[in-house]
């Protein structure tokens, strides 16, 4: 017999539910009437129907596992001037799907996630939102003992690559109705083709692959490029063990348990390319019996190189300020001298922009003016930098310090002033200017991030 694709789900009961942030823009595009919002809502006590937990399945690390939200509930769909949403509250207690884990989540760690979405959406990555980090008055054993905490998760989705491949090995009797679905929900563009799984692969990935140069661009490191953990909207989610690279540095990792980077900065293109076959064969059953072939879809995937590439230079110019097509030189040459001097990668593109904007002796150095020669020759276009270069990333010892300060001072002034920067991350602004400062180098070789915390 066919397998679920979800459990109907009871959020735990939780006192004294405490709101401790709450995003304004993001009840504005919901339509929500947010003095109508309590903690009670928020935390899943005041339901309007019993949520779910999906079942889905996974490559983690490599290896095939069947998973599901093990401390997740979806508590449904809204549907706001044509837009779909998923509402969905993470940590609100055990699953079917919890294995051993308690379903639980520390107040430090969904604060994290969502600073970070935060962030990513005003870089205008497209990501999961986040509506409200709520504190319960639990206790929870992590590495240390926090309270525990409710984030208020918005997607479009949270179907992945993985609930695809659960679909296919554990209820392939409703691979096809299921794809229909997923395509009429989020593609419904292709109803109508009878090419529709080859389109529906296609577009996929490339809005993974716009994802993925997207993370490029600024520096992200997602950390935990599962399968599970893949939108097939292109949205960037689960922020677990992310961080931002300041340093460049190809080889970046912050995960504990990466021990290999196999998720590592420079290696989230070829694991998106791994991930998309993943995907492509838990479509493959598809293509027996319909008009298109398997064969067509390899062939999409067969391109995935040229067309990543070309994203990501097109992407590289933009920052560059570079107009016309072509100067791939230039962009090599500029990505050479990152990987040798391993300096700051948003700041050296503000000083490309802004000369003498840092006072660092890396940018005096006779190699960084050959840089800026070179790439002033082609490019330096203003306005096409102002839109690709962040003046503000969420710098990792920044989060850290904010989320101890909270932690262990119920003091959230730090929290709110990094969320209030990461507002505008396009803007500059004087008074904030300290906000652009990299870390010690030392800070970043030692920082740890941490998955299920
Ligand atoms: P990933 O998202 O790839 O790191 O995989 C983590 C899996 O473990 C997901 O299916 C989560 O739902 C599950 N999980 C993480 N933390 C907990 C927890 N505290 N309790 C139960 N399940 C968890
Ligand atoms: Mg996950």
Redesign the pocket.
């Known amino acids: 017999m066919d397998a679920k694709l979800y459990s109907r789900v009871t959020p735990e009961q939780v006192d004294n539910p405490d709101i401790l942030v709450f995003n304004r823009a993001l009840s504005d595009d919901l339509g929500i009437d947010t003095e109508e919002i309590t903690g009670q809502i928020l935390s899943g006590q005041d339901l309007l129907e019993e949520p779910i937990a999906q079942a889905y399945a996974?490559h983690?690390y490599g290896s095939f596992t069947v998973?599901?939200?093990?401390?997740?509930m979806i508590l449904g769909e809204h549907v706001h001037n044509g837009n779909r949403y998923d509402i969905q509250l993470k940590g609100s207690g055990r699953t079917p799907?919890?294995?051993r884990?308690?379903?639980?989540a520390t107040v430090s760690s969904m604060l994290r996630e969502y600073l970070y979405s935060y962030a990513m959406a005003n870089l205008r990555i497209n990501t999961s939102r986040s509506l409200a980090v709520v504190e319960t008055d639990e206790s929870i054993e992590r590495r240390q003992t926090e309270p525990g905490a409710i984030l208020v998760r918005v997607m479009n989705s949270h179907i992945r690559y993985g609930t695809f491949q659960y679909v296919a090995s554990r209820a392939p009797g409703e691979l096809e109705a299921f794809t229909e679905y997923v395509i009429d929900r989020h593609y419904p563009h292709l109803n109508n083709s009878d090419r529709k799984y080859v389109e529906f692969f296609d577009e996929v990935m490339e809005a993974s692959v716009e994802m993925v140069v997207d993370w490029l661009r600024v520096g992200f490191i997602h950390g935990?490029m599962?399968t599970?953990?893949m939108s097939i909207d292109g949205e960037t989610f689960?922020y677990?063990p992310c961080a931002f690279m300041n340093y460049y540095d190809e080889d970046a990792v912050f995960s504990s348990i990466d021990k290999h980077g196999r998720y590592a900065f420079g290696n989230q293109q070829k694991i998106l390319k791994w991930n998309l076959e993943r995907f492509a064969e838990s479509l493959e059953p598809l293509c027996s019996d319909s008009t298109v072939t398997f064969d067509e879809i390899q062939a999409k995937l067969d391109s995935f190189e040229d067309i990543f590439e070309a994203k990501y230079y097109t992407m590289m110019r933009q920052k560059l300020g570079i107009t016309s097509d072509g100067a791939e030189a230039v962009v090599d040459e500029v990505l050479d001298w990152l990987r040798t001097s391993g300096a700051d990668y948003t700041n050296t593109f503000l000083e490309l922009e802004n000369p003498g904007s840092f006072d660092d002796p890396i940018y005096s150095s006779p190699e960084f003016e050959q840089i800026q020669e070179k790439v002033a020759e082609v490019g330096l276009d203003e306005n096409l930098m102002k839109q690709a270069n962040p003046r503000y990333i969420p710098r990792n010892y920044l989060v850290e310090n904010a989320l101890t300060q909270y932690v262990e001072g119920k003091d959230l002034s730090r929290f709110k002033a990094l969320l209030n920067v990461l507002q505008n991350p396009y803007e500059s602004n004087e008074a904030t200017s300290r906000f652009q400062e990299p870390p010690p180098k030392e800070f970043d070789s030692e920082y740890t991030t941490y998955?299920?915390t």
């Open positions: 996974g983690q998973l599901g939200d093990g401390r997740a799907y919890s294995g884990g308690d379903g639980k935990v599962n599970d953990n689960d677990g998955c299920n």
